[in-house]
């Protein structure tokens, strides 16, 4: 279903997703029926109110929509009713019917797409097919030991995989051993995928990171990262970089950032920098359910920004 969620928003050429996943309707910030709406749906009323912080067009993602409660299904319809498509565009995910409010605002200005529910049979063909991509050879005992670690998750077993290319041929030995949990995820993935404008990869990589990261991690990461990109742009050769940063040249980061001295401009460097501060005044000011939404809009504008767009 997620599969044809993002398939949806690429096609409407949204320049991002603010991803919302509906807790369960059991659970309350306060005590069940406390307030008009939980935490993590509250971000749902910045993403669809306010315009981007860094411009372009939004999409959003409410993930489990059927779990909304009946006075949050009544805040959101009211919030879609009447969209600016241009602005933003709101793709809901549900197993089964969503609450009346919903459907009524579905019917009248939406439209309606039935996926069928993903097995983990299903899931073994795909993990044989993703394997082929990524030139693995996947057996049948590796295939059955990625789906017991994560299930149907297939964006899960992507990362795994895309963690192990250059294996040659993965087995249940390494999957077990390797994954005890769900993927690590490094920030310097996140950082890659936004160094080269590849939003949807960013955005992927910054949701896993969120798991169980804190996003001042990925600004402090992405302020030196983008202060050595200055730097490296300002430096007549590699030693004297080296040099500046008190560093070997054969560092991998001091040679990763040289070799990629020349991509974006000096503009786009500060105007990343300039983002990255306004974004830790927020995560410093803010309540937390704001912090989700900034990291994602920030994370769009630093994918046009380091390329120099």
């Known amino acids: 279903m997620l599969q044809q969620a993002h398939a949806l928003l690429a096609a409407a050429e949204v320049d991002g997703v603010d991803r ?71 793709v809901l995910v549900a197993e089964g019917g969503v609450p009346a409010a919903l459907t009524k605002v579905i019917k009248a200005e939406g439209e309606t797409h039935t996926v069928r529910k993903i097995t983990e049979r299903d899931v073994f063909g795909w993990v044989r097919e993703a394997g082929r991509e990524r030139r693995l050879k996947v057996d049948t005992a590796a295939a059955s030991a990625l789906v017991q670690r994560f299930g149907t998750d297939t964006a899960a077993i992507g990362q795994a995989l895309d963690q192990l290319v250059g294996a040659g041929t993965v087995t249940a030995e390494m999957v077990t051993e390797r994954f005890r949990n769900r993927p690590d995820e490094p920030m310097w993935h996140y950082a890659d995928a936004v160094a080269e404008g590849d939003v949807g990869q960013a955005l992927r990589r910054l949701a896993d990171f969120l798991t169980h990261g804190h996003p001042l991690q990925l600004l402090a990461f992405l302020e030196s990262d983008l202060k050595r990109r200055a730097l490296a742009r300002a430096a007549p050769s590699l030693d004297v970089f080296a040099e500046w940063l008190d560093a070997s040249p054969k560092h991998y980061p ?16 500060r105007r990343a920098l300039g983002a990255i501060a306004r974004a830790d005044v927020v995560l410093k000011s803010e309540p937390e359910p704001i912090h989700r939404v900034t990291m994602e809009r920030l994370t769009v504008a630093l994918a046009r920004w380091y390329r120099g767009r």
């Open 254 to 269: 001091v040679e990763k950032a040289w070799n990629n001295r020349n991509n974006g401009n000096e503009d786009g460097l």
């Open 20 to 90: 919302i996943d509906v807790p369960g309707r059991g659970a309350a910030d306060d005590g069940e029926g406390a307030g008009p709406r939980r935490g993590e749906v509250d971000r749902l009323v910045p993403a669809l109110q306010s315009g981007s912080l860094f411009g372009g067009r939004r999409g959003v993602l409410v993930v489990d929509a059927h779990q909304l409660q009946a006075a949050e299904a009544a805040l959101v319809a009211e919030l879609a009713t009447g969209l600016d498509p241009d602005s933003v565009v709101l």
